[in-house]
C-alpha cells in the first residue's frame, strides 16, 4: 500500500477508535489534574460523548467494556459496594462511644473496612489474611487514583458517609494521600486552592479531620496508616509534610490512632530501601519496582503493623489477628 494511502488508513482507525471511545477518555481526562491539558481534553471529548451516545453507536463498546466488568456510564472513581450482612449489622449494636473494640464472636464477627487509593488496595487484600475470618469479616474499598484533593472525581467524605451507615464497621483503615499532590476543588470540580500554598494545607487538613470524624462518628475506631517512604527524593518533603498532617488531625480526632510507616520502613539513616530484614535476620524484598507500592510481603507487613497498633491504642482483641 503506497504511505499515502497507509496514513489515511491509520488516521481513519485513530479518529473511529477515538469517536467510540470517547466516553472511556473522558472519564480519564476528569481524573487527571487540573490544568489547561484537562480542560482542553475535556471540551475536546464531551461533544463526541455526546454525539455517541446520541446515535448509540458506542453501544458495541460499553456492552464489550460491561463484559469486562466496566461501564462508561458510572460516575468517575467508581462506587462503593458492600458485603451483603444484613442479620449480622441487624443483630449487632452501634459500637460504643468509648472502651475497646467489642469482642467478636463466630456469629457476630468484627467489621473491619480498608479505604484509600491503590495502597490501601493492597492493604486490603492482606488484611483478609491476617484478620482470622472466623471473627473478622474484611471488607476491602481500596479505589485506584483516588485521595482527598479531588472530590469531583471520587467523593470519599460522601463514600465514608454512605459506608458507615450501611456497613457500620468497627474498625476503619484508612490509607491515601499519594494521588492528592495537585490542587483541591469541589465536587463539581471547581478550583477551590492552589498547591504549595498555606491555604491548601489548611483546607487538606480539614479534609483529612471530616474523614476521620466520618469513620469514627458511628463508633468504629480508625487506624490512620501514613504514607511510607519512596524510592523519589523529589517528593519525599510533600509526603512527609501530608503525613504530619495526618498525625495531626488524626490525634485531634477520638477512637483514632496514626500508624507511621515511613521510619517503619526507611534505613537506619533515613534513606529508602526496597528490604526489610525477617525475623530469622534474611533480608526480603517488599517493595514493588515503581518505589511506592509494597508487593505482598510489605502489604501484609503494614497489616500486622496496623493490627497491631489497633490492638495497642484501640483496644482490638489480639485474638482476633494472625501476629508475627
Given at each position: 500500500?503506497p504511505?499515502g494511502?497507509?496514513?489515511?488508513v ?14 472511556t ?7 487527571s489534574?487540573?490544568g ?13 460523548a455526546f ?8 453501544r458495541?463498546?460499553d456492552?464489550?467494556?460491561a463484559?469486562l466488568?466496566?461501564d462508561?456510564?458510572?460516575?468517575p472513581?467508581g ?5 451483603t450482612?444484613?442479620?449480622e449489622v ?7 462511644a ?6 467478636p ?7 473491619v473496612?480498608v ?10 487484600t492482606?488484611?483478609e489474611?491476617?484478620?482470622?475470618p472466623a471473627l473478622?469479616?474484611?471488607?476491602n ?15 470519599w467524605?460522601?463514600s465514608m ?10 474498625l476503619?483503615i484508612v490509607?491515601l ?5 495537585q490542587?483541591l476543588?469541589?465536587t ?8 504549595g500554598?498555606?491555604?491548601?494545607q ?8 471530616d ?6 462518628l ?5 487506624v490512620?496508616?501514613g504514607?511510607?517512604?519512596i524510592?523519589?527524593t ?5 509526603l512527609?509534610r ?6 495531626e488531625?488524626t ?11 515511613w ?7 533515613g534513606?529508602?530501601?526496597?528490604y526489610?530484614?525477617g ?28 493490627a ?17
Amino acid at each position: 500500500m503506497p504511505a499515502g494511502r497507509a496514513l489515511v488508513v491509520i488516521l481513519v482507525c485513530l479518529l473511529t477508535w477515538t469517536f467510540l471511545y470517547a466516553p472511556t477518555m473522558k472519564r480519564q481526562a476528569e481524573a487527571s489534574p487540573p490544568g489547561l491539558r484537562r480542560t482542553l481534553s475535556i471540551a475536546g471529548l464531551t461533544p463526541l460523548a455526546f454525539v455517541g451516545n446520541l446515535l448509540q453507536v458506542t453501544r458495541a463498546t460499553d456492552a464489550a467494556r460491561a463484559g469486562l466488568g466496566k461501564d462508561a456510564d458510572t460516575a468517575p472513581g467508581g462506587a462503593l459496594t458492600f458485603p451483603t450482612v444484613p442479620s449480622e449489622v441487624a443483630n449487632s449494636p452501634a459500637p460504643g462511644a468509648t472502651g475497646p473494640i467489642r469482642k467478636p464472636t463466630p456469629s457476630n464477627r468484627l467489621r473491619v473496612v480498608v479505604v484509600g487509593d491503590s495502597l490501601a488496595s493492597g492493604l486490603g487484600t492482606y488484611a483478609e489474611r491476617v484478620f482470622k475470618p472466623a471473627l473478622v469479616r474484611v471488607s476491602n474499598q481500596g479505589r485506584i487514583s483516588t485521595g482527598l484533593a479531588r472530590p469531583d472525581y471520587f467523593d470519599w467524605l460522601t463514600s465514608m458517609r454512605e459506608l458507615v451507615d450501611s456497613y457500620r464497621p468497627d474498625l476503619v483503615i484508612v490509607m491515601l494521600g499519594e494521588n492528592d499532590a495537585q490542587a483541591l476543588v469541589d465536587t463539581r470540580g471547581q478550583l477551590q486552592t492552589s498547591m504549595g500554598t498555606p491555604a491548601w494545607q489548611a483546607g487538606y487538613a480539614a479534609r483529612v479531620q471530616d474523614l476521620a470524624r466520618i469513620a469514627t462518628l458511628g463508633g468504629a475506631r480508625l487506624v490512620w496508616v501514613g504514607l511510607p517512604i519512596i524510592r523519589d527524593t523529589e517528593r519525599r518533603a510533600l509526603l512527609q509534610r501530608q503525613n504530619s498532617i495526618f498525625q495531626e488531625m488524626t490525634g485531634a480526632v477520638s477512637n483514632t490512632a496514626y500508624l507511621d510507616t515511613w521510619d517503619l520502613f526507611a534505613t537506619p539513616n533515613g534513606g529508602y530501601t526496597a528490604y526489610h530484614r525477617g525475623t530469622s535476620g534474611q533480608l526480603e524484598v517488599i517493595r514493588q519496582p515503581d518505589g511506592i507500592h509494597f508487593n505482598g510481603l510489605g502489604y501484609q507487613l503494614v497489616a500486622v503493623a496496623a493490627a497491631d497498633l489497633a490492638s495497642t491504642d484501640l483496644g482490638l482483641s489480639r485474638k482476633t489477628f494472625t501476629q508475627p
